[in-house]
């Protein structure tokens, strides 16, 4: 069972444009949430990151929004460039463990 | 943050043999972890490699089929046993590393298994 459902599955955004990806979940006891890129052939590596005391962290072109009452966060990438071009991926855990429920998954194509 | 090696970086492996992974760090890690990475699909949580001792393995998951050992603070291997095609994945070593954070994963770059 999906416990953080991710969408779009693939985003195609003009240099320039805003990327926004955008997450669900449904346990409420879950209180760290964080976003990975993925370039192919390499691991994810830790992006940003939020937790549910505040409703937006900014970290220069790439937000997280979180909406605790909707139980939903979203990244949003500014100024997007091409080598934003990744796979991103939310995910969440529970009592700031490190058992990470991770979506499914972006791949972000940004053309010039 | 650590740096992660793993070997082979991608294989391609017959159906009924096995495989193992292996992870070293460039330095002491506090929790070591194997996820697997299905095409199109989210990372799962294998198992938490535990040093000197056996695994922690996540539910669907069992040790007969991902045999995991930790002999020290940087080295861990997962084995994957008696492979069919429903095996060919990416297997992701992560650590967490002393005073990165709770929750900070870093992650090797993954090996890419097919399995005819």
């Known amino acids: 069972q999906q416990q953080v459902k991710q969408s779009p599955q693939s985003l195609i955004v003009q240099k320039g444009g805003i990327s926004i990806i955008n997450c669900a979940y449904e346990?409420?006891?879950?209180?760290?949430f964080p976003w990975y890129q993925q370039f192919p052939g390499k691991g994810p590596a830790l992006l940003i990151a939020?937790?549910?005391?505040?409703s937006e962290k900014k970290e220069g072109r790439f937000t997280i929004s979180f909406n605790k009452s909707a139980k939903q966060f979203s990244l949003h990438i500014m100024d997007s460039q091409p080598g934003d071009s990744a796979t991103y991926f939310c995910?969440?855990?529970?009592?700031?463990?490190?058992?990470?429920?991770f979506g499914k998954g972006t791949s972000l194509l940004v053309t010039p | 943050s650590a740096v992660i090696s793993q070997k082979p970086s991608r294989d391609i492996c017959q159906r009924g043999t096995s495989l193992t992974i292996q992870c070293q760090v460039d330095?002491?890690?506090?929790?070591m972890f194997w996820y697997r990475q299905q095409p199109g699909q989210s990372l799962t949580l294998i198992a938490t490699?535990?040093?000197?001792?056996?695994?922690?393995?996540e539910s669907g998951f069992v040790i007969d089929k991902f045999p995991i050992s930790r002999p020290n603070l940087t080295f861990s291997t997962l084995t994957v046993s008696n492979m069919s095609p429903e095996d060919s994945s990416i297997y992701l070593c992560?650590?967490?590393?002393?005073?990165?954070?709770?929750?900070?994963?870093?992650f090797g770059a993954g090996s890419r298994l097919t399995v005819l």
């Open positions: 992560s650590v967490i590393k002393a005073g990165s954070g709770a929750n900070v994963l870093t």
């Open positions: 346990n409420t006891a879950f209180d760290y």
């Open positions: 939020i937790r549910p005391d505040v």
């Open positions: 995910a969440a855990s529970m009592n700031s463990g490190y058992a990470l429920n």
């Open positions: 330095s002491q890690v506090t929790m």
């Open positions: 490699a535990n040093q000197g001792s056996e695994a922690t393995y």
